[in-house]
């Protein structure tokens, strides 16, 4: 188990102890840590791959639940697998679907077998099992595949945590038993807990003992402060041996990433970089600029005067808000550009700053420039 991908530790900073290594996956190497922009339709929102491909993302990821919605495992498996059908010859890690089926659906029940809820869409009923997860992602074709869990709210009790977590465990083993593609699509497990160390730390003996090629921090950034965030991956990371990659589920913020990274964590993926650009909010080296505003109307300045992106190398604060007020597509596609190229450099200046042995010192600089508190940062 595991010939799909392999791990390879390259080194650790001696500032934190963060990790550079690198991935090799079926459809090529790439570097971490690494940021994910996420691709739920097949598609990172407003971009294409060759702008993705362009920027250094080595890896992107796609959503289960929503591709089985919508257009079926069946007819990307016929279209060559989700790589042919959305023209990506790089990795793609899938998600298991669970978070969606927790998330999006009020009439759900669980039970040992999975997960009985109706489709947001239409309404009809659909069941979501460990077996289902795995088959729906063998026709996908990803190269990382998620083990089904359940992703319970970050402040549940300790009892039902407890009983949580041990039915992820049995799901991740029915999981394994159904993944027979080992050669060529590896299955990472889900480590679960809450807040609670006795319970991350039982989980993760557990999960750990499956000998899954990978391992993901599931559970956080749920809407918990993120000091509680990094209190668990202070205890949790660790457990994970070195040759594992080490992948924390829906973190995309520019903080909780260069924290996440000096707590051992090597892969990370959201939503939020082309979330908030349909908004007009963009990233930048001084902060948050929210484009759309009216003081940039006459700012003929780029969003980032640092950044070298394709929309700061060609476009203006003032046109890319005039673009956004007169509802053109193409400026939230500028700002969307933006903030996933952002986040991938950010990356990239990260690994840099792990091979010079200076990642405590890069966070230093960043946060000051960012306008945040290096003792106590705030949520972006």
Known sequence: MGDAISYRLIKKDKQTGARLGEITTPHGTFETPMFMPVGTQATVKAL???ELKAMGAGI???????????PGPELIEEAGHLHQFM??????????GGFQVFSLSENRELTEEGVHFRNHLNGSKMFLSPE??????????????????????????HEYMLNSINRTTRWAERGLKAHDRTSKQAL??????????????QHAKDMLSLDFPGYSIGGLSVGEPKDEMYKVLDYTTPLIPDHKPRYLMGVGSPDALIEGVIRG???FDCVLPTRIARNGTCMTSQGRLVVKNAKYARDFRPIDEKCDCYACKNYTRAYIRHLIKADETFGLR?????NVHFLLNLMKQVREAIKADRLLDFKEEFFESYGLNVENPKNF
């Not at 992107?60 to 919508?70: A, E, P």
């Open 188 to 201: 990472f497990g889900i480590l679960q807990g809450g807040g609670y160390k006795d319970l991350r730390i």
């Open 87 to 96: 023209n990506w010859d790089q990795g793609i890690l899938t998600d298991s």
């Open 334 to 338: 500028l700002t969307s550009i933006h």
């Open 265 to 267: 964590v090597d892969m």
């Open 132 to 157: 289902k997860a795995i088959d729906i992602q063998h026709k996908l074709g990803s190269d990382i595949m998620m083990s089904l869990d359940e992703c319970p709210p970050f402040d549940a009790s």
């Open 60 to 70: 992107i990821l796609s959503n289960t639940y929503h591709l089985w919605l919508r």
């Open 48 to 50: 294409s791959p060759e």
